[in-house]
């Protein structure tokens, strides 16, 4: 039982370009989520989905969008990167019930020259 | 919306010493209050949970207590060791709907062998 996996572990970008970024879980939950992580600011929601074929913006949502064609696999795009975007992403999932943790995967650690 | 603060932003203990790690939340409906533990490298994992419903849960050397009335919660850690060393998040929900977490802004904790 891999959990949540992200791909691709590391990547730099320069200025302009665009990527994606994927999330695949295999606990067959409901709720998928995309964050960055920031030094000193915790973990801040980008965009989030309460299942197949919904998306809904978090609290930074402008840069990003977001795609969820198949209940397991949420996906991160950046159209245009920019430097500010340079950040830790982590994806995480929840069967939809009340009061369940948030699973985790490892991160994609993004660099934007 | 919620706010969570978090404090210390650092700790330092002696190996064997117990460590405290307090948050205070803004939103009186919230319900949910998970503690995550990030190692270098790895998303965050939940090591502990309380609802709103129980005003202290203890899991081996780790508890969680939450005064509702003060909306502030704690996360002790006794007897701790090398091991325990990372980042400890807090974070807050109201437990439904899509699970909107709010996190705190984490705490890393050393501890000296």
């Known amino acids: 039982n891999a959990g949540v996996t992200q791909t691709p572990k590391f990547r730099v970008l320069k200025t302009g370009q665009s990527m994606t970024l994927l999330c695949a879980q295999d606990?067959?939950?409901?709720?998928m989520y995309w964050y960055r992580q920031d030094p000193g600011m915790g973990l801040r929601l980008i965009h989030y989905s309460v299942g197949e074929g919904t998306t809904a913006k978090g609290e930074v949502p402008d840069g990003y969008n977001v795609s969820r064609l198949k209940k397991q696999n949420f996906l991160l795009g950046l159209e245009s990167a920019a430097p500010s975007q340079t950040s830790v992403y982590f994806c995480?999932?929840?069967?939809?019930?009340?009061?369940?943790?948030?699973?985790f995967g490892d991160g994609t650690r993004l660099s934007i020259l | 919306g919620e706010n969570v603060e978090q404090h210390p932003s650092t700790l330092s203990v002696q190996e064997g010493d117990s460590a405290v790690i307090k948050c205070t939340y803004s939103?009186?409906?919230?319900?949910?209050f998970p503690w995550y533990k990030q190692e270098l490298g790895k998303g965050p994992q939940l090591i502990i949970d309380i609802r709103s419903n129980v005003g202290e849960k203890k899991d081996q050397r780790i508890a969680v207590t939450l005064n509702k009335t003060a909306k502030h919660f704690s996360l002790h850690i006794t007897e701790t060791q090398p091991e325990d060393s990372a980042v400890y998040f807090c974070?807050?929900?109201?437990?439904?709907?899509?699970?909107?977490?709010?996190f705190g802004t984490g705490t890393k904790l050393q501890v000296i062998p």
């Open positions: 974070a807050a929900s109201r437990g439904w709907g899509y699970q909107k977490v709010t």
């Open positions: 995480a999932s929840t069967d939809g019930n009340s009061n369940q943790p948030q699973h």
């Open positions: 606990m067959n939950h409901e709720y």
């Open positions: 939103d009186s409906a919230s319900n949910y």
